[in-house]
């Protein structure tokens, strides 16, 4: 069993950054294909950016602004999100898997975090 945590939302204005932290339990840490989405409020929920063994991928819509990276170490993924914009106002969810092949699909991940709120004021 994994537990995600959630940590680092808050509002911030536009142009400004935040970074964002899940915090994961259990050991096997290291071999779990992790994931943010994100949910606006009326709107479905939405791959954001994936980690599985170093390499990364990101929505077309946050591609060069925000950056996700895990260590492993700390049991921990982070999120950092820079040049923020009205439109990423959302709750924030990390996710992990143990599947490979699915890691832009919510579907694809059985772990869940309880969600972080990010605001971006304009």
């Known amino acids: 069993q994994v537990q995600l945590v959630e940590s680092g939302g808050g509002l911030v204005q536009v142009g400004g950054s935040l970074r964002l932290s899940c915090a994961a339990s259990?050991?096997?840490?290291?071999?779990?294909?992790m994931g943010w989405f994100r949910q606006a409020p009326g709107k479905e929920r939405e791959f954001v950016a994936a980690?599985?063994?170093?390499?990364?991928y990101y929505a077309d819509s946050v591609k060069g602004r925000f950056t996700i990276s895990k260590d492993n170490a700390k049991n921990t993924m982070y999120l950092q999100m820079d040049s923020l914009k009205p439109e990423d106002t959302a709750i924030y969810y990390c996710?992990?898997?143990?599947?490979?092949?699915?890691?832009?699909?919510?579907?694809?991940?059985?772990?869940w975090g309880q969600g972080t709120q990010v605001t971006v004021s304009s």
């Open positions: 996710a992990g898997t143990t599947r490979y092949d699915a890691i832009i699909h919510d579907t694809g991940y059985r772990y």
């Open positions: 259990g050991r096997t840490f290291s071999s779990y294909a």
């Open positions: 980690i599985k063994l170093g390499a990364t």
